[in-house]
C-alpha cells in the first residue's frame, strides 16, 4: 500500500484538496476518514460533495449516523461510526446495501480495523497550536492509483 501526505493550511484548503479528488471516484468506492474530533473530516466531505454539485447542506451525521447528498452524478452517502459501538450494530442499519451504487465517505472508518473495503484511507492529524492539518493518503486497494492522486493535489505541497 502506498500513501502520501499533504498538509492544509485552514479549512478553505481542507475543501478543495478533496474537491480536486473527488473526479476520480464513482459508485462503489469507499473512503475512510480518520481522524480526532474537529481533524477536518467533515470539512473533507464538503469539499468532496461540493465538487460534484451537491447544493444541500453537508452536516455531520454523528447524530443520525448517516447523510446522503443529491450531486449531478452518484449520491453520495456519508456515514460516521463515532457513536456506533460493534460492527453487527452497524450491520443493522444496513448502510452496505448502498455501497454499489454511492460514493460512500465513513467518518471513524478505522474503528474496526479490516472491515471496511476502503478504496481510499485519509487520515487527519491537527498539528499543534496550529490550524494546520497533516493528511496521509493511503490506498490500500487495486483501484486507485496513489501516484495519479497526489499528482492531482500539486497545488499542495507538503
Same mark, same amino acid.
Not at 490500500?140 to 492522486?149: F, M, Q
Given at each position: 500500500?502506498? @500513501?502520501?501526505?499533504?498538509?492544509?493550511?485552514?479549512?478553505?484548503?481542507?475543501?478543495?484538496?478533496?474537491?480536486?479528488?473527488?473526479?476520480?471516484?464513482?459508485?462503489?468506492?469507499?473512503?475512510?476518514?480518520?481522524?480526532?474530533?474537529?481533524?477536518?473530516?467533515? &470539512?473533507?466531505?464538503?469539499?468532496?460533495?461540493?465538487?460534484?454539485? &451537491?447544493?444541500?447542506? /453537508?452536516?455531520? $451525521?454523528?447524530?443520525?449516523?448517516?447523510? !446522503?447528498?443529491?450531486?449531478?452524478?452518484?449520491?453520495?452517502?456519508?456515514? %460516521?461510526?463515532?457513536?456506533? @459501538?460493534?460492527?453487527?450494530?452497524?450491520?443493522?442499519?444496513?448502510?452496505?446495501?448502498? !455501497?454499489?451504487?454511492?460514493?460512500?465517505?465513513? @467518518?471513524?472508518?478505522?474503528?474496526?480495523?479490516?472491515?471496511? %473495503?476502503?478504496?481510499? /484511507?485519509?487520515? !487527519?492529524?491537527?498539528?499543534?497550536?496550529? %490550524?494546520?492539518?497533516?493528511?496521509?493518503?493511503? &490506498? $490500500?486497494?487495486?483501484?486507485?492509483?496513489? @501516484?495519479?492522486?497526489?499528482?492531482?493535489?500539486?497545488?499542495?505541497? &507538503?
Amino acid at each position: 500500500m502506498k @500513501e502520501f501526505q499533504f498538509v492544509s493550511g485552514s479549512e478553505e484548503e481542507t475543501r478543495e484538496i478533496a474537491s480536486l479528488l473527488s473526479p476520480l471516484f464513482r459508485a462503489g468506492d469507499v473512503i475512510v476518514l480518520d481522524g480526532e474530533l474537529g481533524a477536518g473530516k467533515t &470539512c473533507f466531505v464538503k469539499g468532496f460533495a461540493e465538487a460534484r454539485g &451537491c447544493t444541500g447542506e /453537508v452536516t455531520s $451525521p454523528t447524530f443520525s449516523i448517516a447523510n !446522503f447528498y443529491r450531486t449531478t452524478g452518484e449520491e453520495i452517502l456519508h456515514v %460516521d461510526l463515532y457513536r456506533v @459501538e460493534t460492527t453487527g450494530e452497524y450491520e443493522d442499519l444496513g448502510l452496505e446495501d448502498y !455501497f454499489p451504487r454511492v460514493v460512500t465517505l465513513v @467518518e471513524w472508518g478505522l474503528k474496526f480495523p479490516g472491515w471496511l %473495503d476502503a478504496s481510499l /484511507v485519509v487520515s !487527519f492529524r491537527r498539528e499543534a497550536g496550529s %490550524d494546520r492539518r497533516v493528511m496521509t493518503f493511503r &490506498c $490500500p486497494g487495486e483501484r486507485l492509483d496513489v @501516484e495519479k492522486l497526489a499528482s492531482r493535489l500539486t497545488l499542495f505541497p &507538503c
